[in-house]
């Protein structure tokens, strides 16, 4: 009853002994984490033999002979400069790795195809529609990420200021393209009315000049009227001296439909995805198909797997050929060095920093450890320069290294293939903006923002190809009046940076389908368990064919009478 309550300060007096305990007891704990850490590593390091040895090498092969390759090509590439080869001695050299880009093609449009409509189609509509909106949700924000740390940089750097640099040559003209037709373009792509044709063609607006003649009314000067009343008729001869009509020739700039060469993947995977959930909502009946189509995709693994021993011979010489073929790196200095420099650090930020940090938020996990089994698809990927090419490599990592699910990767990565392009976004972003810069324009707030959406849009258009952010490039500047022809300026390193922001965009495809799973795991999981359930009472149930069912049933007395 006598106990008197504790003062303020005989409270804060038991805050101040327990923080040099509770300081104690973290330490204590973080020494006895090492401590067992450094035991474990020192004990592994004891059991390794020559077996563990062999077998992590066979188990590595593929990223050791890839990696070896690009440093090789680099080597070779650089020892053959000073034989200054032709043109058609480059090309021959170069064959090798242009047979690995053709191979990879050529399984790119069977592999999205099977692969969207197999894992789709083992998705009902509820579980791939949550899916598609997380994925899409995580493409825009990534791009518009990777959209704003290409601004922040290049407006920090200011690479295009200085003295002007000479354009390179360019090799044909640059056509003009309207902001508005490029947009419509791309929803035309969406839905293709012949499939065949979409394998290989995509539509395009080409324009084409039409000069038109039209009667135009025109004002002739006459002296002013006295104020003296006029009658009717003077008035009207008046007005015939005042107007007069006259033709004029107008040249007008109208869009035609085109197309151009090139896989529609934005048609194909539009048309799989649909197709996918159609056979997914036929149950049943779709069994059939999806069986098919399953089968399809995984010969198409097959294959990879065999031509992925291939990947480092190509590598190796589509790196060295692009070395041997690049013009004097005296020229790249200047501001065009600031802006190779400028595009680097802003992939770099997004690729290392960004896209980690959000695996980590999201799934608590290590994200470098998931990049690592990652690392054989990036290393294609800066090889070949296309995230379509690199798909099915890309493919096997998720799969085989990662153990990422299946339905999560046939849906998630052709689609990313195809629309998600952090790195195309970021250095259209700074590309728009160097040119600016060169051309001594200052851009506002809403010019910057343009270009921030125009760069965003114009990044799911472009087709996962060599050097298609060359092209949709003419859109972002369009859209705030830059000069088109300054493109031919960033034409020199463009071969490099393509590299790069290509390995971001692989990056980010498999970093986007490892987020998704996690996220997904739990209509994952109750499908897994509703498959289960389906297979019991399957197991159940006797087992007669439907021939046999049907005979039975509709044919009580079918013998033939002799």
Not at 96 to 123: A, N
Not at 236 to 248: D, M, Y
Not at 361 to 380: E, M, S, Y
Not at 419 to 443: H, K, P, R, S
């Amino acid at each position: 009853m006598n106990e008197k309550p504790p003062t303020s300060a005989s409270l804060f007096l038991n805050e101040d002994s327990e923080k040099p305990e509770r300081r104690e007891r973290g330490l204590r704990h973080l020494r006895q984490a090492m401590q067992k850490r450094t035991a474990g590593a020192r004990d592994r390091m004891c059991s390794i033999t020559r077996d563990s040895a062999r077998a992590f090498l066979r188990r590595n092969a593929f990223v050791l002979f890839t990696v070896a390759a690009v440093a090789l090509g680099v080597v070779l590439g650089f020892s053959l400069r000073p034989y200054k080869l032709s043109v058609r001695e480059v090309k021959y050299f170069s064959f090798p790795g242009e047979l690995l880009m053709r191979m990879l093609q050529m399984l790119v449009l069977p592999l999205i195809i099977s692969s969207l409509v197999t894992g789709i189609s083992s998705l009902d509509s509820k579980a791939s529609g949550k899916m598609g909106v997380r994925a899409v949700v995580y493409y825009m924000v990534t791009t518009f990420i990777a959209v704003f740390i290409g601004i922040v940089m290049v407006i920090i750097i200011r690479p295009g200021k200085g003295s002007r640099d000479s354009p390179a040559a360019s090799s044909g003209n640059i056509e003009p393209v309207q902001a508005a037709d490029a947009f419509l373009d791309l929803i035309r792509n969406m839905f293709p009315p012949n499939l065949v044709e979409a394998c290989f063609k995509q539509y395009k607006t080409h324009y084409k000049k039409v000069i038109s003649s039209k009667d135009v009314i025109i004002q002739v000067n006459v002296t002013n009227a006295t104020n003296a009343t006029i009658n009717m008729t003077d008035l009207q001869a008046n007005l015939t001296a005042v107007l007069q009509t006259i033709q004029e020739t107008v040249e007008e700039t109208i869009p035609t439909a085109g197309s151009s060469n090139g896989v529609n993947a934005l048609g194909m995977v539009v048309f799989s995805m649909c197709f996918g959930l159609v056979i997914g909502n036929m149950k049943r009946q779709g069994q059939v198909l999806r069986e098919f189509f399953d089968c399809l995709n995984d010969a198409i693994m097959r294959l990879v797997a065999i031509i992925i021993w291939y990947a480092p011979v190509g590598i190796l010489f589509l790196i060295a050929g692009k070395i041997v073929e690049m013009k004097d790196l005296a020229q790249v200095g200047g501001q065009l060095g600031m802006y190779t420099v400028s595009v680097i650090v802003g992939l770099l930020i997004h690729g290392l920093f960004v896209l980690p940090l959000l695996y980590f938020l999201v799934t608590r996990k290590n994200p470098f450890a998931f990049i690592a089994g990652l690392l054989q698809a990036l290393i294609t990927a800066l090889g070949t320069s296309s995230s379509s090419a690199t798909l099915p490599i890309t493919f096997r990592c998720l799969e085989e290294n990662n153990h990422v699910d299946k339905r999560v990767t046939r849906f998630v990565l052709p689609v990313g293939a195809t629309i998600n392009m952090d790195g195309t976004a970021l250095y259209e972003a700074v590309a728009a903006i160097f040119i600016a810069q060169v051309n001594d324009m200052d851009l506002n707030f809403g010019q910057i923002l343009t270009i921030s959406i125009t760069a965003t849009a114009a990044s799911i258009g472009a087709a996962g190809i060599p050097q298609a952010g060359l092209v949709t490039m003419v859109i972002v500047l369009t859209s705030v009046g830059l000069p088109t022809e300054d493109i031919t300026l960033i034409i020199a390193v463009d071969w490099f940076l393509d590299r790069l922001r290509t390995t971001t965009n692989v990056l980010g495809d498999s970093i986007g389908a490892g987020i998704v799973e996690h996220l997904s795991r739990q209509e994952l999981q109750s499908q897994d368990v509703e498959i289960g359930n389906s297979v019991i009472e399957e197991n159940e149930k006797p087992y007669q064919l439907i021939s046999q069912e049907n005979d039975t049933t509709k044919h009580p007395n079918s013998e033939t009478t002799m």
